[in-house]
């Protein structure tokens, strides 16, 4: 049995999904990479089940304690590491939502985003829906003052990560991901790019991420040295937010993808 229909508060990638699938039920569907955001989206949708699966205990946390209504009797949330080749190796899912799964893979399970899509086409009987962002880091120094801000933020950002001895999120091309869905045996049937305005909850959420990886480092020197940069560059960007409404120079993509 299915639930009433609720009025979906998602953002424009999900909504942009709920077009895509138009009357194609839902059915049990499988959130690869489940946060709160695409957990609170599905639970607005009409679905027979849904499964999410996350890779942090801390994650799974904080949906549950955001959102401790919000699951039916058939609904979870379990954590998992998609590396495991028999982690739901005998689950099938109508529906596979893989939102912004790709780029944060690389903290759990490094590498293995060139096996990611075969490894999710047994458990897919029919969509995949893949939401990402194109690569802004491992790239030319942009043009515009925009660009060139984030670009700054994006490297100091992922060198503190790897000081601190974890791994940054690593994001892929849509025409990447697109090559990786025909070869894993998925058919690709849409492919949707989305001009963004980045905020200060952006700014803000990666240059705080930059200063909590390296309060550990052992060289007080580095530590401020690193800090001062990180401010600098928030100042720099919340300056460039306050003059033209938001930082505009990355692009998210929707991929809709059918099994063959």
């Known amino acids: 049995m299915t639930e009433k229909k609720r009025r979906s508060k998602g953002s424009l990638l999900f909504r942009t ?63 998992g590491n998609w590396s495991d080749v ?10 596979v939502i893989a939102d912004y799964l ?16 075969k490894r999710l086409r047994p458990l897919t009987l029919k969509r995949l829906y893949i939401t990402g962002l ?22 100091l950002r992922d060198a503190c990560v790897l000081l601190s001895g974890a791994n940054p999120y690593r994001e892929y091309p849509a025409l990447w991901v697109s090559d990786q869905l025909q070869s894993s045996g998925f058919e690709v049937i849409s492919v949707k790019h989305f001009k963004t305005g980045l905020k200060r909850l952006f700014v803000d959420a990666q240059i705080n991420i930059a200063l909590s990886s390296i309060q550990n480092l052992k060289d007080p020197d580095l530590v401020n040295l690193l800090s001062k940069r990180a ?23 929707l991929i809709s993808a059918e099994t063959r």
């Open 86 to 95: 028999d982690f739901m190796s005998n689950q099938r899912f109508d529906t």
């Open 17 to 79: 999904i709920e077009e895509e699938q138009g009357n194609l039920p839902w059915g049990n569907v499988l959130d690869a990479g489940a946060g709160v955001n695409s957990i609170e989206w599905l639970a607005g949708l009409t679905t027979d089940s849904i499964t999410g699966v996350t890779g942090s205990k801390v994650e799974k946390r904080i949906m549950l304690n955001q959102h401790p209504d919000i699951l039916r009797k058939q609904d979870t949330i379990t954590v």
């Open 231 to 253: 401010q600098n560059l928030r100042k720099r960007a919340l300056e460039i937010i306050k003059e033209e409404g938001a930082l505009r120079h990355c692009r998210n993509y």
């Open 134 to 155: 194109e690569p802004y880091v491992p790239v030319s120094r942009p043009k515009s003052p925009a660009g060139q801000i984030i670009w700054e933020i994006g490297r």
């Open 102 to 117: 790709l780029g944060a893979i690389d903290g759990f399970a490094p590498f293995f985003q060139s096996y990611l899509f």
